[in-house]
């Protein structure tokens, strides 16, 4: 039972490269998400998807892109890293409405140097 | 837009005492879920406690217990028996009802150290 799988689980980067961060979920979830950790500020959210093709934003979207192509699939891009980017990056799924509970994968930490 | 608030930001207990967790939130919304988050050393989020503001009912899992005022808009949590497995950084955090799932604001978090 996988779950939300995250890929890489820690990353470096060189400030102004791209990468994506990899988020796959075998549990049929409509509602996916993306967050990042930082000390001191609880997770806060990126992008989520309510469905395969619908994306929106969160509270702090700039400098990342998503994309829903299929329901188990929710990548997260980083278009050209920087410094403040450091964190770690969590990716979220849940069934909807009804049934509320987030499953997370475990994690990304990403270091932009 | 609705923000949590974690007032306390460390916290420690003995093995086999009781410790409570506070947790304020702001919001206009009516229908609303609140939610416990255990984040152990492994850094995996575990849901520990959900309560729906619609039941007046306070929300029990085993040794976890919550106490949800929602006229003062506090959902504190009470973790009883502690044990050193309980270690961790807990958050509270809040979802609407409405308009879609997987959307959590996350307060700031307790980092709670059970000790012997």
């Known amino acids: 039972n996988a779950g939300v799988t995250q890929t890489p689980k820690f990353q470096v980067l060189k400030t102004g490269q791209s990468m994506t961060l990899q988020c796959a979920q075998d549990?049929?979830?409509?509602?996916m998400s993306w967050y990042r950790q930082d000390p001191g500020m609880g997770l806060r959210l990126i992008h989520y998807?309510?469905?395969?093709?619908?994306?929106d934003q969160g509270e702090v979207p700039n400098g990342y892109n998503v994309s829903r192509s299929t329901t188990e699939d929710f990548p997260l891009r980083l278009l050209s890293a920087a410094p403040s980017q450091t964190s770690v990056y969590f990716c979220?799924?849940?069934?909807?409405?009804?049934?509320?509970?987030?499953?997370f994968g475990q994690g990304t930490r990403l270091t932009v140097v | 837009a609705q923000t949590v608030t974690q007032s306390q930001p460390e916290m420690s207990v003995q093995e086999a005492e009781t410790v409570t967790l506070s947790c304020t939130y702001d919001?206009?919304?009516?229908?609303?879920?609140l939610f416990w988050y255990k984040q152990p050393p492994s850094r995996q989020m575990i849901l520990v406690i959900r309560q729906e503001a619609y039941k007046q009912q306070n929300a029990t899992e085993n040794r976890f217990s919550v106490n949800f005022q929602k006229a003062a808009k506090s959902f504190s949590l009470k973790i009883s028996d502690s044990q050193l497995g309980d270690t961790a950084m807990y958050f509270c955090a809040f979802m609407k009802r409405t308009g879609t799932a997987s959307k959590l604001t996350f307060g700031t978090g307790t980092r709670l150290q059970v000790t012997l």
């Open positions: 998807s309510v469905g395969a093709g619908i994306t």
């Open positions: 549990m049929n979830h409509e509602y």
């Open positions: 979220a799924s849940s069934p909807g409405l009804v049934n509320t509970e987030a499953f």
């Open positions: 919001t206009s919304e009516n229908n609303y879920y």
